[in-house]
């Protein structure tokens, strides 16, 4: 059995990662109790792992097989990193600070383009997958004038809102971070996005399922912490009564990340959760003035304008 206990390799991280059932809070239990993931996988027996925190019996049978075939992992790793596919545990200095925020921080995340420290400097935009056009416009524009003043733009790379918001800050050569709810080799730009190499030029892909996972709820709704902790405030363009935006939503205030809402003189039928949200604390933006001042981080909640709709 290999000695790993004086590092932590890139393959002991993605092979936990890679675990069915084992979630972020596993792994981070499993740590605590006992030190490195070199450690967890190939030195302590199975009937020791199980007791930990909720590491069913079948999991940490999953564990120790991973551990014997760490060969496979390190072959894989090797993969990703000729394809451009950055792999980041916790404690590197590339692992994003921001998302040390979220409830349980992934241990690993994978990402492609770089992410840099002006990128902290940024504002989520989400909404529903489905929106009026309307709403899907005002996305793209709200985004436009963020990126062209210096914000990052995160969002989802879900379609509807999250499209239109990673489209306008695109389409000024801004920043955007996709955060996405599948594995990052799993990505391919949608219609209306440049190919992958010139996107990587403004966009950076960040994912924490393991890379080769289609899309899946569980991994939706993971991707959900992350939009809100990678974001210094997060704008809810048109939100459902309930699902991912609203989801989204409460993660934030969870978390302290400042929730904004448009407010609509007429608000579409989509749009019915954008006013339960600003009941609950949401601060509302009714015109793009309000966007300008929320960019340059001067926007005082009780100088926003509202009677004068732009939308």
């Known amino acids: 059995m290999p000695d790993d206990t004086a590092g932590d390799d890139l ?71 000729a394809e451009g596919i950055q792999i980041v545990p916790q404690g590197h200095p590339d692992y994003p600070r921001l998302l040390l925020h979220a409830p349980n921080p992934p241990p690993v995340i994978y990402l492609a383009g770089q992410y840099r420290t002006l990128d902290e400097n940024s504002i989520g935009i989400i909404g529903v997958t489905h929106p009026s056009r309307r709403s899907y416009d005002i996305g793209r524009e709200c985004a436009r004038r963020l990126a062209g003043l210096g914000c990052t733009i995160v969002s989802g790379y879900a379609q509807g809102i999250d499209e239109s918001a990673h489209l306008g800050s695109l389409d000024v050569g801004g920043r955007t971070i996709f955060a996405l709810p599948m594995g990052i080799r799993k990505f391919k730009p949608r219609k209306g996005f440049p190919p992958r190499p010139q996107l990587l030029l403004h966009g950076v892909l960040m994912a924490e399922a393991p890379p080769d996972d289609d899309w899946h709820r569980s991994h939706a709704l993971a ?46 039928q989509t749009a019915a959760g954008n006013a ?20 340059a981080g001067d926007l005082d909640p009780a100088l926003i304008t509202q009677m004068q709709f732009d939308w």
């Open 11 to 81: 393959a002991h991280w993605v092979a936990l990662n890679c675990i069915p059932g084992l979630g972020p809070a596993g792994v981070a239990a499993l740590l605590k109790e006992f030190g490195s993931p070199g450690r967890i996988l190939t030195r302590i027996p199975p009937g020791e792992l199980a007791p930990v925190a909720s590491i069913t019996p079948s999991i940490a049978r999953r564990i120790a097989r991973a551990g014997r075939h760490l060969d496979k992992f390190a072959g894989y790793v090797e993969r990703l990193t």
């Open 223 to 268: 991707r959900n912490r992350l939009t809100a902790a990678l974001s210094r405030s997060l704008l809810v363009i048109e939100s459902g009564e309930t699902g991912g935006t609203m989801h989204t939503v409460g993660i934030a205030r969870s978390i302290g990340v400042p929730v904004y809402v448009i407010r609509y003189h007429k608000p579409p």
């Open 276 to 295: 339960i949200i600003q009941a609950r604390g949401g601060i509302p933006i009714s015109c793009f003035a309000d966007i300008d001042r929320l960019a």
